[in-house]
T-cell receptor, first 115, second 112 residues
Framework: NAGVTQTPKFQVLKTGQSMTLQCAQD?????MYWYRQDPGMGLRLIYY???????DKGEVPNGYNVSRLNKREFSLRLESAAPSQTSVYFC??????????????FGPGTRLTVT | AQSVTQLDSHVSVSEGTPVLLRCNYS??????LFWYVQHPNKGLQLLLK??????LVKGINGFEAEFKKSETSFHLTKPSAHMSDAAEYFC??????????FGGGTRLMVKP
């Protein structure tokens, strides 16, 4: 049981390049999330997927797209990277709110630098 | 709308002394509240959560937090700090669905 896994762990891009961050969970959770973490700002929600086949914008969606490939996998794509997207990206998943514990479980993060 | 304010961006304590990390929240609903810990270059781990049961919540590694509705606070405490407690701590609120709002974080430093 690996929990939430993310690839890659580190990435350096040049401005204008594209890339996809991968996330997978093995806890049979319906909901999955992408956050970015910047110093002093906590984590901010980029996109989320409440269930397979649905995605919605979070607080900071501009410059990103997502795909909920199946129940396990939720990817984040940067079509044309900008220096402002330099950040640490976290994927998370959660079960339904009515469950005994519905907290979000986080992956180890992807550290992205855009030059 | 919901929001979280962590009142200290940095807290420094000596090993063996008490820890207090302060958190105030704003919510238009009966909130659920969480504390997460992040060790350097790691992901986030849940320390404890409040979900409208007992107002004093015990978590892992000797941490606890008290929900005070009248003060809209959810401060994190530990009686005796250990070197391994050095990390960043996030107070988090959720008032509907599974959406979380994070505070800005408090970096805890523990001096030997």
């Amino acid at each position: 049981n690996a929990g939430v896994t993310q690839t890659p762990k580190f990435q350096v891009l040049k401005t204008g390049q594209s890339m996809t961050l991968q996330c997978a969970q093995d806890m049979n959770h319906n909901s999955m999330y992408w956050y970015r973490q910047d110093p002093g700002m906590g984590l901010r929600l980029i996109y989320y997927s409440a269930s397979e086949g649905t995605t919605d914008k979070g607080e900071v969606p501009n410059g990103y797209n997502v795909s909920r490939l199946n129940k396990r996998e939720f990817s984040l794509r940067l079509e044309s990277a900008a220096p402002s997207q330099t950040s640490v990206y976290f994927c998370a998943s959660s079960g339904p709110r009515t469950a005994v514990s519905y907290e979000q479980y986080f992956g180890p993060g992807t550290r992205l630098t855009v030059t | 709308a919901q929001s979280v304010t962590q009142l200290d961006s940095h807290v420094s304590v000596s090993e063996g002394t008490p820890v207090l990390l302060r958190c105030n929240y704003s919510s238009s609903y009966s909130p659920s509240l969480f504390w997460y810990v992040q060790h350097p270059n790691k992901g986030l781990q849940l320390l404890l959560k409040y979900t409208s049961a007992a107002t004093l919540v015990k978590g892992i590694n000797g941490f606890e937090a008290e929900f005070k509705k009248s003060e809209t606070s959810f401060h994190l405490t530990k009686p005796s700090a250990h070197m391994s407690d050095a990390a960043e701590y996030f107070c988090v609120v959720s008032d509907a669905g599974n959406m979380l709002t994070f505070g800005g974080g408090t970096r805890l430093m523990v001096k030997p």
